[in-house]
């Protein structure tokens, strides 16, 4: 119980984390000799978007990469820690099983 107390405390972290950062991924373009970044993405009705952000040398591309590879890291903690859940939540409902519902000490 007390774990899987902490992990839904893990995922609501997680999701209030993401909620926060950039979605879509970075898409390169070459003109000339300069290569320019562009974030592409979808909106609220599913369109594809692409908002510009700069040369591949400017300070706005390396501050966008980092926030999305700080995304990633969080999806893939909440998609650990939603599994984490199921398999907490299978374990409760077994001991329940067996034990009873009542067995359970809060």
């Known amino acids: 119980l007390d ?3 902490r ?12 909620a926060y950062l950039p979605k879509g991924k970075m898409v390169y ?4 000799s300069s290569i320019y970044v562009y974030l592409s993405y979808r909106d609220e009705c599913h369109k594809n ?3 510009y952000v700069g040369k591949i040398d400017s300070p706005k591309y390396l501050e966008m990469k980092d926030k999305l590879e700080e995304r990633d890291y969080y999806k893939r903690m ?3 820690a939603l599994f984490e859940k199921k398999e907490i939540d299978i374990c409760l409902k077994a001991g ?8 359970r000490n809060f």
Do not use: A, F, M, T
Request: charged share 40%; aromatic share 10%.
């Open 7 to 18: 992990n839904n405390g893990y995922i609501e972290d997680y999701k209030r984390k993401l």
């Open 78 to 80: 909440l998609e650990q």
């Open 29 to 32: 373009v070459k003109k000339k």
């Open 96 to 103: 329940d099983k067996l034990y009873g519902q009542n067995s």
């Open 49 to 51: 978007k692409s908002k």
């Open 3 to 5: 774990e899987q107390i």
